[in-house]
């Protein structure tokens, strides 16, 4: 086998306190309902995951091609601060038709949003829509309103022509 390997994106996992209540939460806001739900325990589930005997629960829901996996462990290790400049830290983005709107409903509903929706100016996000709200735990979930740029084949022919890490987009408003 030559590398490198092929993929495509299948899931993402979210530890969570509470899987109902997260349940209920990713269900309310988005309208995600669970695919399939696992209770996994024992050796395998240890070894798998390297960690100490422990049970957890999980559901998948389905979000388009992609899956948001919510996972809740007994017991409890200890909550993560919930910053993004943690290493790993890992969110979501949803792409959202209209994020005007899309906020002032989510707002209504009481929504914790960090800002109003900022839209991008420079280069390949130009016209992009962007604002981040937390879930039930605090975790970041981003919401995109895309400009044309923002698209995945546009950022797929962008790296095929190879991107200046040297010159970034600069974000500084």
């Not at 829901?61 to 809740?72: K, R, S, T």
Request: aromatic share 8%.
């Amino acid at each position: 086998m030559s590398l490198p390997i092929p993929v495509t994106f299948h899931h993402c996992g979210i530890t969570v306190s509470n899987l109902e209540e997260s349940i209920a939460w990713y269900s309310k806001v988005f309208g995600l309902k669970p695919g399939v739900a696992l209770e996994v325990s024992g050796p395998s589930g240890e070894r798998v995951l390297r960690l100490p005997p422990h049970t957890h629960r999980a559901v998948l829901l389905p979000v388009g091609d992609f899956a948001i996996e919510l996972l809740e462990f007994d017991p409890v290790r200890r909550p993560m601060d919930m910053r993004q400049d943690d290493i790993g830290y890992v969110y979501i983005c949803f792409v959202v038709d209209d994020l005007e709107d899309v906020y002032a409903r989510l707002v209504a509903e009481g929504i914790d949003f960090h800002t109003e929706p900022l839209t991008a100016e420079e280069g390949q996000i130009a016209d992009s829509k962007f604002c981040v709200m937390r879930d039930p735990d605090g975790k970041t979930i981003e919401l995109v309103e895309r400009g044309a740029g923002m698209y995945v084949s546009e950022l797929h022919k962008a790296a095929e022509q190879g991107v200046d890490l040297s010159d970034p987009i600069v974000m500084d408003g």
